[in-house]
């Protein structure tokens, strides 16, 4: 009798369960009968069938059959970062635009800056060609000052896709006018300037700290107020809670455009053709370019084949259309590099992080 | 000595590692007003102090209802405790049905304890079956290749 | 869908002047008219469907521990790419506001909360199930997010823009004050013992010190383990303390306790009564949560504590609570759907997250190409209308959806205690797995387990650990950011008039309580004295 009782309750929760679990089932179609199944479960000979913007045919596999199953990015951080977003977008662009001919998918690691998300690639995955890691810059400094055990020297450099130069920014009603008048303000009471930027030891972190040495200002001086994310961020310099912020340039370009942020210089060598207007931190008289880009690396010991299926895979991602479209969307710039070429950067960079981080204290 | 005095005694001494801990923070020498030491050191004295308090006022014995003077069955405690560690470690080995199963039958059958042959077949088979329902659930749609699932639990790792 | 190169020609050049200017500004002309335009978008079969599924997984995950609303979206964000993109948001919407409501039912039922923000439903919530009441205690969470949800839309579409100068009003002292007056809840939430209530704060706080420092880079209390780098997940310290701790305390007392059976008492909905204490209750978790979902800094969890805080003071049946008040059920859920509500303000008039959903969201709308901001509602106003216009439906199909179910879910009550249990433990390791693809994570919940039940065995009150862990690490950066900001003066929590206002009421909040223990005691005092111990019993 009691059992009878709970029957239909179990029911539902079955349902429930199975909702929930359908909810999961990230290349599962039912729950929207839609055709977008089309898309995600593309099977080789239908993945050229003309979805919405096919544009090639799908890379054919390789002799050793690489690949037959989804293939899977890790975004080593929480959903909704930077990283997350590149390798959604990534994904989109692979699966939709023909070029897999198998679902890319995305899974979330988050935790430490990227570092275990790295340090699960290189131990759990070691020769698996289905997984590969987005990343970027940020991920060689929290390498430094997490002291991970796993670097990237383990890893195999894919390719290098999307690039951002920084932009230092103030609120509207700030009293600096140019770049000039900052730096001016920060050389004489270095700890009036709070500069807001993503965490400690982050990019943005590295950009104040190479400001501060080419103006004079000595590291331990530098006022640096460290926010989870650009949101947070932009929130603090709309309300004039801080002097200036640090930031990716596509992160704020909206309250640029609104003129409720002041942008007062970019990182790059040469002005940004989004922001004619906007002067370069050495045309101010900052003597720093800062490139902060991200990529893909794939885990040790991948076999050379499937390694440079995946590189081909990357490149015709990087030629689409659609890709083109989103790095035009957000403001990123392309950068485009493999393999070795990819490799050797890591090294520069590696090299040129560590010496900042030292000099602004973070590590030893 | 009373339990909860005992309790007291540990909370100092956990407060005492946490102090410990702090410790082993690196000041860096970044300009920062307060440094990432300064909370967990007010946190480590504050429960120092939480235990000295607790241990000079205990409060009333503990009420014949209250959870203090419940009577535990300590062996299914272990046993619970020896299931899910043991499931955690076969998670990765043996794959998501196999330590799966044996964590929702486990989990059955350990509040029935000594269980009569019918409960542990019913126990067994509603193990089964809870799991295959997940197991349906996250393979049912997905094309053979693609073996991801809500819990991205590779099929391959899996014993059938 | 512009790109970033033709922003400059739409530079406005205009200072924020009134707000009616800026109002026209964001919403682009008569809000009746728009909203009017959003429904004929949004009534449509097809997105009917999306906000009923939405509404029904949201529930689901909801009342599954572990699988919080921002995981399930960025697990559906590939099934939607084939999807117009307001499909997608309806069912967004609908997945949002059904997580919060999920997570109340088996708080109430069984005592063990599937996220940090239904924790302080557990409180009142479990006692009056145990009473009897669990069927109006349902009721009230379900019909009060209902009422907190629309309201939350509501204010969304007058006041956006308003709400958005307010909460930039809020610096870092400011939000400093706001959390230390969420932790002055945990006055309410002490229980018998004074120490041990102190005590599980700052254990809470403590375990939200782990990990790395955002404002240095510093491990701290990793002792060299690189999984413990990310923090400790207020969530998992929820799902551990009260949902893997009860298995374990249930493992130890279910066969020596005849376990009492509960049952229901009077009809499933709520009484005369209850909707008398339920409506104040709503209208202030609804105003409170709604306020705290608009500061990006703040969030659910934070929204519930406050509420319940408030029903503290102002509640008709404030003594009861802790015992099965219906106001400790009907606040909380309601300030936990508000605070929902509230924050798609900031997202969706600056494109700033104010929490985990609404950072996936965020990438959502990146998918599509659109950037929420100063401009979306001008760009897209068929989209933005049209989510507001769901979000209204989406309430609405949350209570028709939960009410019948109240009748269901109490059912829960009936199932054996050993598929119950075995199903709690089995769902809470794999939702913490599935969050985070380690194993590691297990066993942190593992440990967290068995420093739940360890606590329960002690009589510890188990909420304030929760309080404190999600409370932490904002306390601490927020004072760290403050003093820095203000280069070492103190006073800054005390000059600006905001933050002077919030200290204020945080300083009554604990003192407040203080004062009244201390003349309770020492009326009791005289009492006895006086030989008439009757009298003072109140």
């Known amino acids: 009798m009691r059992r009878v009782r709970t029957l239909p309750l179990m029911a ?18 039912a729950a929207a009968p839609v055709e977008q199944a089309a898309a995600t479960e593309a099977a080789p000979e239908e993945a050229a069938a003309p979805a919405e913007a096919a544009a090639g045919a799908a890379l054919a596999p390789t002799a050793g059959g690489f690949p037959s199953k989804a293939i899977q990015i890790m975004a080593p951080a929480n959903p909704g970062g930077g990283w997350d977003t590149t390798a959604r977008l990534l994904a989109q662009t692979l699966t939709e635009s023909g070029i897999s001919p198998v679902p890319v998918e995305v899974f979330n690691v988050p935790g430490a800056g990227g570092t275990i998300g790295l340090a699960q690639l290189v131990s759990q995955n070691a020769g698996d060609p289905y997984t590969m890691m987005m990343m970027g810059r940020v991920m ?52 009036s300037i709070a500069w807001a930027g993503g965490s400690a030891g982050g990019t943005d972190h590295i950009l104040v700290g190479q400001i501060a040495k080419a103006v004079g200002v000595a590291p331990e001086g530098v006022n640096y107020i460290a926010y989870s994310g650009g949101g947070e961020a932009a929130a603090a310099i709309l309300g004039g809670q801080v002097a200036a912020g640090v930031s990716g340039v596509g992160e704020w370009a909206d309250f640029i455009a609104s003129g409720e942020m002041r942008p007062l210089a970019v990182s790059s060598a040469e002005r940004l053709g989004a922001l004619p207007d906007v002067p370069t931190l050495t045309e101010s008289g900052v003597d720093v370019v800062l490139l902060n880009w991200r990529g893909v690396v794939g885990p040790p010991n991948l076999n050379e084949e499937d390694k440079a299926w995946l590189i081909a895979a990357l490149t015709a991602a990087n030629e689409s259309e659609q890709w083109q479209e989103i790095l035009a969307t957000n403001g990123w710039d392309d950068v485009f590099q493999t393999g070795d070429d990819f490799a050797a950067t890591l090294a520069e960079d590696n090299a040129t992080i ?11 | 000595m009373r339990a909860i005095r005992w309790v007291a005694l540990v909370i100092v001494l956990f407060g005492a590692f946490y102090l410990w801990g702090a410790l082993q923070i690196r000041e860096s020498t970044t300009y920062a007003a307060v440094g990432p030491r300064f909370m967990p050191n007010a946190i480590g004295i504050g429960i120092v102090l939480s235990g000295v308090w607790l241990f000079a006022f205990p409060g009333a014995p503990p009420a014949p209802d209250s959870p203090e003077a419940a009577s535990l069955d300590w062996l299914s405690i272990g046993l619970m405790l020896g299931l899910v560690a043991v499931y955690i470690a076969l998670f990765r080995v043996a794959g998501y049905v196999l330590a799966t199963t044996l964590l929702l039958w486990g989990g059955r059958a350990n509040f029935r304890r000594p269980p009569s042959s019918r409960a542990r077949r019913r126990d067994c088979g509603g193990a089964v079956g809870d799991n295959l329902l997940r197991l349906f659930a996250i393979i049912a749609h997905q094309p053979a290749a693609s073996p991801v699932g809500l819990l991205r639990v590779r099929l391959e790792g899996v014993v059938l | ?81 084939g999807l117009e993109p307001i499909s997608a948001f309806v069912m967004f919407g609908g997945i949002f506001y059904g997580a919060m409501y999920g997570g109340s039912t088996t708080s109430i039922l069984v005592n063990t909360p599937g996220e940090s923000s239904s924790v302080v439903t557990a409180i009142d919530g479990f006692q009056m199930a145990k009473k009897g009441r669990g069927g109006a205690a349902l009721a009230t969470a379900a019909i009060g997010s209902f009422f907190a949800g629309t309201f939350a839309t509501l204010m969304l579409m007058l006041m956006a823009p308003l709400l958005v100068r307010f909460a930039l009003q809020f610096g870092a002292p400011e939000y400093f004050a706001l959390m230390l007056l969420a932790l002055s809840a945990v006055t309410g939430l002490a229980g018998q013992s004074a120490p041990k209530a102190f005590f599980a704060t700052l254990l809470g706080l403590g375990l939200g010190m782990v990990g790395i420092d955002l404002q240095t880079g510093q491990a701290r209390f990793t002792f060299g383990n690189l999984n413990l780098l990310g923090g400790i997940d207020p969530v998992m310290v929820a799902i551990g303390l009260f949902a893997v701790g009860e298995v374990f305390w249930a493992a130890g007392t279910l066969k020596r306790t005849f376990e009492e059976t509960v049952t229901l008492r ?53 003594a009861e609570l802790g015992q099965g008040a219906i106001e400790g059920v009907a606040g909380p859920e309601a300030a936990n759907n508000a605070s929902a509500g509230g924050a798609l303000v900031p997202l969706l008039a600056l494109g700033i997250p104010g929490s985990a959903t609404t950072a996936v969201m965020l990438v959502a709308f990146q998918i599509y190409g659109l950037r929420p901001g100063p401009l979306l509602f001008q760009q897209q106003a068929d989209l933005v209308w049209g989510l507001i216009a769901s979000l209204y439906i989406a309430n609405l199909a949350l209570l028709v959806l939960n009410l019948p179910m109240v009748r269901m879910w109490i059912k829960l009550l009936d199932v054996p205690k050993p598929v119950l249990y075995a199903g709690i433990l089995t769902f809470s390791l794999l939702g913490v797995y599935a969050d985070t693809q380690n ?66 009421l945080v300083i009554m909040s604990f003192l407040v309580p203080l004062f009244n223990a201390i003349w309770k005691a020492s009326r009791r005092r005289a009492a006895v004295s006086a030989g008439a111990v009757g009298e003072i019993e109140d």
């Not at chain 1, 929760?13 to 599962?28: D, I, K, N, Y």
């Not at chain 3, 304030?464 to 950011?481: D, K, Y």
Request: aromatic letters at 8%; charged letters at 15%; hydrophobic letters at 50%.
């Open chain 3, 266 to 318: 009077g009809s499933l909905m709520m009484n005369r009564e209850e909707w008398r204490r339920s409506w104040p209750a709503w209208a202030r978790g609804s105003v409170i949560g709604f306020i705290i979902g608009v500061l990006p800094g703040a969030g659910a969890t934070i929204a519930s504590f406050l509420s319940y805080n408030a029903e503290q003071r102002f509640a008709k049946g404030k």
């Open chain 1, 140 to 191: 060689v400094g929290s390498i430094l000052t997490n002291q991970s055990p796993v670097t990237l020297a383990e890893t195999t450099p894919l390719a290098r896709l999307t690039a951002e130069y920084e932009i230092i920014v103030v609120p509207a009603n700030s009293p600096y006018q140019t770049m000039a008048d900052l730096v001016a303000a920060f050389q004489a009471d270095p700890k």
């Open chain 1, 12 to 29: 539902l929760l079955s349902l429930l369960v199975a909702s929930a679990l359908l909810a999961g089932c990230t290349t599962m179609p």
């Open chain 3, 1 to 81: 869908m512009l790109p970033l190169r033709s922003f400059a020609s739409l530079r406005l050049g205009v200072k924020v002047g009134a707000i009616q200017k800026e109002k026209d500004r964001l919403f682009g002309g008569d809000i009746w008219a728009n909203l009017v335009n959003g429904f004929s978008v949004v009534l449509t079969p097809q997105h009917l469907l999306f906000v009923m599924l939405g509404v029904t997984i949201g529930t689901a995950i909801g009342v599954l521990p572990g699988i919080g609303p921002s995981l399930t979206i960025s697990l559906l964000l590939p099934v939607t790419f």
């Open chain 3, 439 to 504: 194993t590691f994570s297990m066993v942190l919940l593992l440990a967290l387990g068995v420093l739940g039940f360890l606590l329960r065995r002690y009589d510890f009150p188990l909420a304030p650990v929760v309080l404190g862990a999600v409370l932490g690490p904002l306390i601490e950066q927020e004072f760290r950011r403050s003093l820095a900001i203000s280069v070492n003066d103190y006073s800054v929590f005390f000059t600006r008039p905001l933050a002077l206002v919030l200290m204020t």
């Open chain 1, 354 to 364: 560590s010496t900042v981080l030292k000099e602004i204290g973070l590590i030893e």
